[in-house]
Structure formats: C-alpha cells, structure tokens
C-alpha cells in the first residue's frame, strides 16, 4: 500500500473529510488530494506530523511506498550536502569575518600610533600650520622645512605607512635662488635649484644619500651654497625624517 493508500486509509478509519485533514496539517484540500492520488507527497516534515498526530511507526506508514522511500532518501543526501555545502560557507564567513576584524584592529591600533607620533612630532619641533594646511618649521633663517599634512589612508596589506613619507627643505640662496632637498628616505634625498624670478628649477642635482659626505660633496660642487650651513640642513632633515617615518 502506498503512501496515498495510506493517508486514504488513515483519514476514513478517524472520519474526517479532506478538509478536517487539510486543517490539521495546515494545507488545501487541493494538496490533501494530490497526496491521496500520489500526484504529490508531503514533504518529510509533514510527514513526521502525520506519524506523530496519529501515532503510527514511519515504517508503517511509508511501508510499501518505494518511490516515497527513495525521495526520502533522496532529501535526505540533498540535506546532507546543503548542510556541508552551508558548514563550508559558514566557516569560510567566519575566518573571513575574523581576518577583516584582525585587519581593522590593526589598522585602527596603527593609525592612532602614527598619527598620534605625527602630531607629537609637529608640536616638539615647533611646526606650524601654513596655509596650504601643510606643517612648516621655520629652523633658522635661511632654512624652511615642510611636511604635508598626514592621515594613515586604508591599506591592502598589513605594512601600515603614510603614503607621503617625505620631508621638504628649502635653503634660501644668493639671486632670489632656492635650494630644495627633498627627503625620500632616510638619508636618500633629491635636490634642485629654483630661480624664485624665472619661476623655474635652473639646476636638477639628482638623487643622493646614504653617505652624507659624498652627498655633501656632490651638492656643494654645483650649488654655491655653504659647506656647513648644508651639513646642517642635512642632518636636521634625516633627523625629521626618522622622527617622522621610523
């Protein structure tokens, strides 16, 4: 006897009408039709309901039904994947909720440190706001230092760093000239010569550093500047720059 069979069966030996049944499981009269007729089954779940209501075995009441049988079967391994196709995204969501936690926890930790060192920086060595809302020190009269502005930007990586890590020195020259350094790195620096009158840079020296003499050396050879008077603007900006950056 099948499923149909069955249910057919059930309902006559309790009395009830197609709708006494529907009501019960919460469905049409249409549907509780189409079970009876095996057009259609109940789903596993409305199936327990019906063992439960009556109290009939799941073997009694599926007793016979083969092709109820195997779709049961069958929810069951389609289950089973969805429930390990689910496991598979819920633990993926998981490391990849933690990673993003990780990474903000760190990016915020590290943006407070750099920034925080930033300003500490900016106030110790008397920096000033100018209006291009960069920070200039005004170190001797000749000698100006710029620093743009920083905020920490959000970074792929964990190799948290401004992304302008420079430093600008300008050294004022005989002839409304300028000398401009421009600190990369640490000891590794660009310098040029600007004509404040011709409004152009009359001189490109290049990029020198790691070894402050030579570098000296290769500056005052093309640039009349004073000897010491640039071994101190050198050695004040890799100061800044290790202050700043390191």
Not at 64 to 82: A, F
Not at 184 to 203: G, M
Not at 224 to 229: S, T
Not at 233 to 240: D, V
Request: charged fraction near 25%; hydrophobic fraction near 40%; charge should be negative.
């Amino acid at each position: 006897m099948n499923l149909g069979m069955q249910l057919v069966k059930i309902r006559k030996e309790h009395k009830m009408s197609q709708e006494d049944f529907a009501e019960i499981f919460h469905v049409t009269r249409q549907t509780v039709s189409s079970w009876e007729n095996s057009k259609s089954y109940p789903d596993i779940e409305t199936i327990v309901k019906i063992s439960d209501y009556f109290h009939l075995s799941l073997d009694i009441l599926l007793k016979g039904d083969q092709e109820m049988i195997l779709k049961i079967s069958k929810e069951q391994k389609d289950n089973s994947k969805y429930k390990k196709i689910i496991l598979s995204f819920s633990i993926l969501f998981l490391f990849l909720f933690l990673a993003i936690t990780i990474y903000f926890s760190l990016y915020f930790y590290k943006k407070d440190q750099l920034e925080s060192n930033f300003l500490e920086v900016i106030a110790e060595n008397n920096f000033y706001k100018n209006e291009e809302g960069s920070y200039t020190l005004s170190y001797q009269d000749n000698i100006t230092y710029t620093v743009p502005n920083q905020k920490l930007p959000i970074q792929s990586g964990y190799d948290f760093h401004f992304f302008v890590q420079q430093i600008f020195c300008k050294i004022s020259l005989e002839n409304h000239q300028v000398l401009n350094i421009t600190w990369v790195d640490y000891d590794y620096f660009d310098a040029e010569v600007y004509d404040l009158d011709e409004k152009r840079t009359i001189l490109d020296v290049g990029l020198l550093g790691k070894e402050n003499i030579d570098s000296i050396i290769e500056i005052t050879k093309k640039v009349d500047v004073d000897k010491e008077l640039l071994e101190i603007a050198i050695e004040k900006g890799n100061e800044l720059y290790q202050e700043f950056y390191s």
